[in-house]
């Protein structure tokens, strides 16, 4: 089955600084790569995602890249803000048996 | 407008009991998970219906019992509570992903405590 890596599992950064969030995915069929921001005692929430045949997709300050050859994709988020304190969870999904695999999740801490 | 909603929120009760979990989408998808976040943050999959029919049931033990009386609704029931199953569960929805890969939407979990 697919294993879905993600590093680092904590991460604080300046507010103003770049954060950035890697995964690794093993299953070469999986086609579509959500990111998932996960505030205190909420929900997981969408904040952006990529298809397998999309290198880069941004929307404003996040942006995330695939690489296909190397199965990883990558989280950017630019002048990051207190708001952005959150735990972010990478996933990976493959159409074939219809599951969506997600890392084991980064706690980010943007430092005022 | 809560678009999936799930109750309750919080549940404590003790080891060797049974309790549900009840999960409904107003979203029109034909998709409807759960999933479990343990002490560690970590988000499992344990079941995936679609249409009511049950498409993914990952490794769990049988004490948990999903239900999807239609396709708003799955419900999570557990027989034989242990102190393991302390965690929060999320009941998520969406489209089909293998229509078109769509967003999960995800309610806002339930707090389970086995004592």
């Known amino acids: 089955g697919e294993n879905v890596e993600q590093h680092p599992s904590t991460l604080s950064v300046q507010e103003g600084d770049s954060a950035v969030i890697k995964c690794t995915y093993s299953d070469s069929a999986s086609n579509y790569f959500p990111w998932y921001k996960q505030e205190l005692g909420k929900r997981p929430q969408l904040i952006i995602d990529i298809r397998s045949n999309v290198g880069e997709k941004k929307d404003q300050r996040i942006a995330v890249t695939l690489n296909k050859t190397a199965k990883h994709f990558s989280l950017h988020i630019t002048e990051t803000q207190p708001e952005d304190s959150a735990v972010y969870f990478c996933a990976a999904y493959n159409f074939g048996n219809e599951k969506l695999t997600f890392g084991t999740g980064t706690r980010l801490t943007i430092i005022p | 407008d809560t678009a999936v909603s799930q109750t309750p929120k919080y549940l404590v009760t003790q080891m060797g009991n049974d309790k549900s979990i009840k999960c409904e989408q107003n979203l029109g998808h034909d998709t409807m998970y759960w999933y479990k976040q343990d002490s560690k943050k970590f988000l499992k999959i344990m079941f995936s219906?679609?249409?009511?029919?049950?498409?993914i049931n990952e490794t769990v033990p049988n004490r948990f019992s999903p239900k999807s009386p239609d396709k708003a609704h799955l419900n999570l029931h557990i027989n034989s509570l242990e102190l393991g199953d302390s965690a929060v569960y999320f009941c998520?929805?969406?489209?089909?992903?293998?229509?078109?890969?769509?967003?999960?939407?995800f309610g806002e979990g339930s707090w389970l405590t086995v004592v």
């Open positions: 219906y679609n249409n009511k029919e049950l498409i």
């Open positions: 998520a929805s969406s489209r089909r992903f293998r229509d078109s890969g769509n967003t999960i939407y």
